[in-house]
């Protein structure tokens, strides 16, 4: 019974990661669509994942975690003994680079991540706060800076033609998004 779940849930990632990677709009992804593809029933979305925005995160998370791998760059930069604040700037830049070069993910998952995850979650950005600022800050004011860090680089992700076009920040243009990026965190971590 648990190998078969395993099988399911393995079929429905990858069906997802399939579908996400060939369509024009992720609301064609639906549900159906997905367990189609998968060659299971409708309510195992539900059982494996809880929900379609939960597995589109499972699949985007897999991409996430296998990045390093892609560019191994992130894992110089980890290593490289450079600043916590450093890191985390070159962290984030790399990450809203990926997220943009998936738009169709955060197309799909921004309103379901921003609205769902725990401002508590361990994260990594959360460890470079807290190693940066030391007992300047507490702890739950550097998991708010974390939470706010993610979720505005988010939004900029899924406005970015909008930034672009009012405030004159192309954020597909490797620079700008890196002097973006970066800006941010200046701000948000100053110093």
Known sequence: MKRDLEKTKTALIDAAEKLMSECDDPDEV????ITREA??????????FGSREELLFEVFSKM???????????????????????????IHY???K??????????????????TR????????????????GSRKTEGECRLIAFELSSMHELAVLRHDEIREVCGIDL????????????????????
């Not at 639906?30 to 669509?33: D, E, L, N, P």
């Not at 299971?40 to 059982?47: G, K, P, Q």
């Not at 990926?98 to 609205?115: D, G, Q, R």
């Not at 725990?118 to 600022?133: A, N, T, V, W, Y």
Request: charged share 25%; glycine share 6%; with cysteine.
């Open 94 to 96: 790399r990450t809203v």
């Open 172 to 191: 597909m243009n490797d620079d700008e998004l890196k002097k973006y990026v970066y800006g941010n965190i200046e701000r948000m971590l100053g110093e």
């Open 98 to 115: 990926l997220m943009l070069e998936n738009y169709k993910y955060c197309k799909a998952l921004t309103k379901y991540v921003l609205l």
């Open 39 to 48: 060659g299971v029933n409708l309510a195992m979305i539900n059982y494996c």
């Open 64 to 90: 996430h975690n296998e990045a390093p791998v892609h560019e191994p760059a992130l894992n110089e930069i980890i290593s490289s003994g450079i600043s916590p604040k450093e890191m985390l700037a070159e």
């Open 30 to 33: 639906t549900a159906r669509a």
């Open 118 to 133: 725990k401002i508590g979650d361990k994260r990594f950005s959360m460890q470079l706060i807290r190693q940066h600022f």
